[in-house]
């Protein structure tokens, strides 16, 4: 069993925390000798390519890689080592935008987004503009690691915010493996904290959904099969409940795509990605619908493309002088990692689109 | 040619059985994945009475698709090593059973 690293790709300096490093692994090999056809090759056989938005309906911000986990298959390289954090004026820029924007849903994300010190302000703030559904995605550990994040579940009801946790497993060991020692019982005991102040509850309108992603390096099963499962399970065991379970594919990029080639599984499943290529998943892919916003105020389709940097393909590449009219026009970037979305029923991270 | 009976990369071109009889091939890939389905028993149940299965018919192919399924399912590795005792127990049972026979068949020899 390999052992869980403590620090992110960047602090250990690792030739994988260049994005080019990745984007170049993603071109070549099996896509470049023609074993396996390229993503727009694959997306032109049946005339999806280009990847054209369609208009907004979800913006999502990440407010810092700052996280206190440091988990096996993070795509963004999440880690108590990452300093990269949104500041209250790039906050203001994303305000203004969200006040008018068309989008129904606003979705915080990290890192750990509770970290950023001026967190609560812009929940307070944005929660002020009544857009319909405002997710903040907890990795329910913060609940538990400082006294100081203790009231989050209050807080959180406060601003009617939809919470959205990664849970891998229902088991100790799978989400221990995954996320780091400990972190399963401090998810149990936060999500135990979330329910005492009503989210997850049947007829809540406090809404608890949990995300699934695979433990390792294969595909993710039916999402209504894996809720079931879960339910049960965290029923059963500790008297938990949550609403609904978003599955979500690992895609190949940052820790993922380290793990899989340290484990020498990289081949095995992009060709597993590749033979699940589902056409009908593509037009429901969520960077068609989302626009990603990164810590520095900068645009990009959607959060995995922030990662690999590549911005979008647009004359408004900021916050600060966001156009939804200009980048309704731009063709979305695409590469290989594409396929994590379109693999079986889809994925996205409101769960499979297809 | 090859230098191993088997090649682990075979088991992804399995449906190129129907190239060679696509009727055949086609009723048996129906019939295949229609008894996979839910019914009486989850998919769940169905990918671990597989499992066991595999194991019996020591079917390499197999054993890597079941295990890669289990998984896929959130089925843990403790389910499946239980999984794959039951195969073992009844594997030796099956040996162990026929000692009936043997030991009939001594006491008539030996009357």
Not at chain 1, 188 to 198: F, P, S
Not at chain 1, 207 to 231: C, I, R, T, W
Not at chain 1, 291 to 318: E, I, P, R
Not at chain 1, 320 to 347: F, K, M, P
Request: glycine fraction near 6%; proline fraction near 3%; include cysteine.
């Amino acid at each position: 069993m390999s052992k869980l690293k403590t620090q992110s790709l960047h602090k250990r300096d690792s030739e994988l925390a260049k994005t080019n490093k990745q984007l170049e692994i993603l071109s070549n090999g099996i896509f470049a000798n023609g074993e396996l056809p390229t993503f727009k090759d694959k997306i032109a056989e049946s005339n999806q390519f280009p990847l054209k938005p369609k208009p907004l309906e979800i913006l999502q911000i990440n407010v810092g890689y700052m996280c206190n986990q440091v988990c096996e298959h993070c795509h963004v390289d999440a880690g108590p080592d990452r300093k990269e954090i949104m500041t209250k004026e790039t906050m203001q820029q994303c305000l203004d935008v969200i006040k008018s924007t068309g989008a129904h849903t606003l979705d915080l994300t990290g890192g750990a987004p509770e970290m950023n010190p001026n967190f609560r302000w812009f929940v307070e703030e944005a929660a002020k503009v009544g857009i319909k559904d405002f997710i903040v995605r907890s990795n329910l550990t913060i609940i538990r690691a400082n006294k100081k994040y203790h009231d989050l579940p209050e807080f959180f009801k406060k601003h009617n915010v939809h919470v959205v946790s990664s849970m891998p497993h229902w088991t100790r060991g799978k989400t221990d493996k995954q996320r780091g020692e400990g972190v399963f019982d401090q998810s149990i005991q936060a999500l135990k904290d979330l329910n005492a102040v009503g989210y997850g509850m049947p007829d809540s309108n406090l809404k608890l959904d949990l995300v699934y992603n695979p433990s390792g390096a294969f595909l993710p099963a039916n999402q209504a099969a894996m809720e079931k499962d879960f339910k049960k399970a965290l029923l059963e065991d500790f008297g938990i409940q949550f609403h609904n379970l978003f599955s979500i594919t690992n895609l190949p990029i940052s820790r993922f795509l380290d793990f899989l080639i340290a484990s020498e599984n990289y081949e095995d499943y992009m060709y597993a990605l590749v033979d699940a290529f589902n056409p009908s998943a593509v037009a429901n892919v969520m960077c068609t619908n989302t626009l990603s916003v990164s810590w520095d105020g900068y645009l990009y389709d959607c959060d995995f493309n922030q990662m690999l940097d590549l911005k979008v393909a647009s004359k408004t590449k900021h916050i600060s002088n966001y156009n939804e009219e200009v980048l309704q026009n731009r063709d979305i970037i695409i590469s290989q990692h594409c396929y994590g979305c379109t693999a079986g029923a889809g994925s996205s991270c409101q769960g499979t689109v297809a | 040619m090859s230098k191993t009976y088997y090649d682990p990369t075979d088991l992804r071109k399995f449906g190129k059985i129907s190239d060679w009889n696509e009727e055949l091939g086609s009723k048996f890939f129906d019939y295949y994945n229609t008894v996979f389905q839910e019914g009486a028993l989850s998919e769940r149940e169905k990918s671990l009475i597989a499992l066991a299965v595999a194991h019996t018919i020591q079917c390499p192919y197999c054993i890597d698709a079941y295990t890669g399924d289990g998984l896929q399912r959130g089925i843990t590795k403790e389910e499946m090593m239980e999984a794959l005792h039951v195969a073992g127990a009844i594997r030796g049972g099956a040996s162990l059973v026929h000692g009936v026979q043997m030991m009939n068949k001594v006491n008539k020899l030996e009357g």
